[in-house]
């Protein structure tokens, strides 16, 4: 029932930024928490951040803390990733992701809904 759409992708500098944006619709946003994930090329997709259903807890992976910040406006259905410092290796498709549970989990078996990607590169 829930489709997202990613966008902000990009080619960026080492050292940049960038702002990912992921739009939901067909579903009650406010019953999803909200994670973003990443696959690098012939990499397994990996965590990055996550969400609860009003802001109130967010989680990062060990390599993003610090430097990316998931935020959500649930006016406008849509969670947001900050990302800041960015590095080569955060040179990845990029997925949102929505969660049922609400729990924020870290885990991509705990998500029901996906994203297409969007494709974000850091240039050295």
């Known amino acids: 029932q829930v489709h997202l759409v990613e966008s902000g992708g990009g080619l960026v500098q080492a050292g940049g930024s960038l702002r990912l944006s992921c739009t939901a619709s067909g579903g009650v946003f406010t019953r999803y928490a909200m994670g973003w994930f990443r696959q690098a090329t012939g990499k397994e997709r990996d965590f990055v951040a996550a969400i609860t259903r009003v802001g109130s807890t967010m989680s990062y992976a060990d390599s993003v803390k610090g430097r990316f910040t998931i935020s959500r406006d649930n006016a406008k259905n849509t969670v947001f990733l900050q990302m800041n410092s960015l590095k080569p290796e955060d040179t990845a498709l990029y997925y949102c992701?929505?969660?049922?549970?609400?729990?924020?989990?870290?885990?991509?078996?705990?998500?029901?809904?996906w994203g297409q990607g969007t494709q974000v590169t850091v240039s050295s």
């Open positions: 992701a929505a969660d049922l549970y609400g729990v924020a989990s870290p885990h991509p078996v705990n998500y029901e809904y």
